[in-house]
Every structure is written in C-alpha cells, then in structure tokens.
C-alpha cells in the first residue's frame, strides 16, 4: 500500500489537485470501491454535480495506466482482471472451471460484488459449491462485502441445500441469549 500511496500522491500533484482535500488514503479507498463493484475507470458513471468523484476518476484513470505500465497491479485488480479474463476468453474460463471441481468459501458473508462474479463464473459448470458464513456476522459491507450475496445465495444457485449449525460451544447461555436479542434486531438476515 506504501507505494500505492506515493503513486496516487504523484498523480495528485500533476494533475494540480489539492493534496489535502484528495487524500491518497480518500482515492485509494473510491479506487478500491469500484474494483470491488467490477468497475475500471471506463466504466464507472459519475454523477454530472459531483465533481470531487470525476476528479478521484482522473486519478483511477491514470493510476490504471501507470500500473500498468509499470507491470503490476493491486490488490482489487486480482480478481477483477481474473473476472474479466473468464468472462472475455471461455477457452480459459472452461481451463479453470476443470481444474476446480468442487469450491468450498468460508466467510461468505463477507464477499464482494466482484468475489461473487468470480465464483459464479468459476463455478458455472460443476455447480459443486460449499458457502459456510454467518449472517449475523456481516460486518465488512464498509470493505465492499455485500450481505445479499449471502441471502440470495439460494435464489442464484439451483438446489441449494441449507445446513444450520445451530449449536454454540464457545459462549454460556448468557451471553448467547444477549446476543441473539440484539441480533433479532438485524433487517437483512435469513
């Protein structure tokens, strides 16, 4: 991330765009957001008032073509570029689909749209899926993870079967009956 942070920070000054109000930390996360999203700089849409978010997409814009030319990429830019090869090229698509036969995701409450793209596409011909995650344990959406991956789980893979782990270990009934009174609160869980 330090040499993200000095890149953006170059492009930020030759560009004449105020330093302090277009922090590296204020690009790097937008940047990260719309990787997350699947977006490269020629597809993400800015609304025509916002004029601080067209300005963090020069930067996307140019950061893109400076990685690139510098032969790297980023952290968002492994599963996005990995998306975009499955999804422009089926000759290696269908390479990776054989090779993973069956996928197990641990924490899947906690993906992104851009994770889920991936998996979908990775596990379009097997359909051999395992998701193990926790509704109530949704807590990265600040990251990118969307909890409707999670609840509509079901709705995007055929025969899904659901198998609830409903026993608890770890914890005494007194913090388990706390928990789960707040927890009834939560809008968006199975």
């Not at 991936?118 to 995650?133: F, I, P, Q, T, Y």
Request: proline share 1%; hydrophobic share 35%.
């Amino acid at each position: 991330t330090d040499d993200q942070k000095k890149l953006v920070r170059k492009i930020v000054k030759a560009e004449n765009l105020d330093a302090k109000k277009f922090s590296s930390q204020l690009i790097l996360y937008h940047i990260d957001q719309w990787k997350n999203k699947g977006l490269l700089p020629k597809d993400v849409k800015i609304e025509k008032s916002n004029s601080i978010e067209k300005s963090i997409l020069k930067v996307y814009e140019i950061y893109q073509s400076k990685i690139k030319d510098l032969n790297c990429c980023d952290f968002g830019d492994l599963i996005l570029y990995c998306v975009k090869l499955f999804e422009e090229h089926d000759d290696i698509r269908e390479i990776y689909r054989k090779n993973f036969k069956y996928i197990l995701v641990d924490e899947y409450q906690d993906t992104n749209f851009i994770q889920s793209k991936w998996l979908s596409l990775l596990s379009e011909k097997n359909r051999n899926l395992c998701c193990v995650g926790d509704d109530d344990q949704s807590i990265y959406s600040w990251r990118g993870a969307e909890i409707k991956n999670f609840l509509e789980f079901d709705q995007v893979y055929e025969n899904t079967k659901v198998i609830r782990l409903e026993q608890n270990y770890r914890s005494s009934q007194n913090i388990l009956s706390v928990a789960s009174n707040l927890i009834a609160n939560n809008k968006n869980r199975v």
